[in-house]
């Protein structure tokens, strides 16, 4: 059987591209299982993960042949849920990068992604109301954060997809891009944030992803142990030698 994911691994970066273009890149079992393995070698390994989606479409939401025959004890093991959890845990920057649909479970693993861009054939947005299921493999509580309750409460209840210009303007993408200069753009930003000190990176998303009350805190905690490695006083020195010149 054919991978569900299509991995290249780089130094400093891993690409991750579904690609099962014969059901739209629908999140199946294995599909899962694969992002359960491929979290578990950047939570070993850090690195960044850009993940994309083959033949023009991110994914067209979770496997509905297999989503139908699960029962409640399937729901409440968050067959889904758990592996964009750990998705969203990686210690590195998630950069998802989408092209057409992103619907139901491929919108959520989306919003799982610290950094999101697209092209201007996005269509995104969670229709699960209408299979008489709710979203909920993350868009309930992730959504609110990135675009505000108000509008989350209108994707999650009307169901309706944004296209690239509406999510760009909800703040639930950074940037648009045509097809073929997408990959290029999450390469160029794979290229940013790793030109930067990996443990300042790590620790800098520690800090995002804290719940209020850790703040200011862990900030406090983490930049303690950043001020005292070398790295810092070979960056600062760095800077301040260029800027002599």
């Known amino acids: 059987m054919a991978d569900a994911l299509r991995i290249e691994r780089f130094d400093d970066r891993v690409v991750a591209t579904l690609d099962r273009p014969g059901v739209r890149n629908a ?55 758990m592996a964009f959890v750990r998705v969203r845990r990686l210690p590195m920057p998630v950069v998802a990068a989408i092209d057409g649909y992103a619907l139901g479970g491929g919108a959520e693993l989306a919003y ?31 959504l609110p954060q990135i675009v505000g309750e108000g509008r989350a409460a209108e ?27 997408l990959m290029p753009a999450a390469h160029a930003i ?16 520690r800090a995002l992803l804290a719940p209020v009350d850790a703040h200011p805190a862990i900030e406090l905690d983490l930049q303690a142990e950043l001020f005292d490695r070398p790295e810092k006083f070979a960056r600062m020195t760095a800077f301040l030698e260029r800027r002599k010149q």
Not at 161 to 167: D, M, V
Request: proline share 2%.
């Open 27 to 81: 999140i199946d079992q294995s599909m899962v299982d694969e992002l359960h393995a491929l979290c578990a070698e950047l939570e070993a390994s850090p690195r960044v993960l850009v993940i994309t989606g083959c033949a023009g479409v991110f994914a067209s939401g979770a496997d509905i042949a297999q989503l139908r025959e699960r029962r409640a004890p399937d729901a409440r093991e968050g067959i889904n849920t």
């Open 112 to 142: 799982a992604a610290d950094i999101r861009i697209a092209t201007s054939r996005l269509r995104i947005g969670s229709p699960e109301t209408g299979l008489g299921i709710i979203a909920a493999a993350g868009a309930t509580w992730r």
């Open 155 to 181: 994707l999650l209840l009307t169901g309706r997809l944004l296209n690239a210009e509406e999510a760009l303007a909800w703040g639930l993408i950074s940037s648009v891009h045509s097809e073929d200069e």
């Open 190 to 205: 794979a290229d940013r944030i790793v030109a930067n000190d990996s443990l300042a990176t790590q620790y800098s998303k």
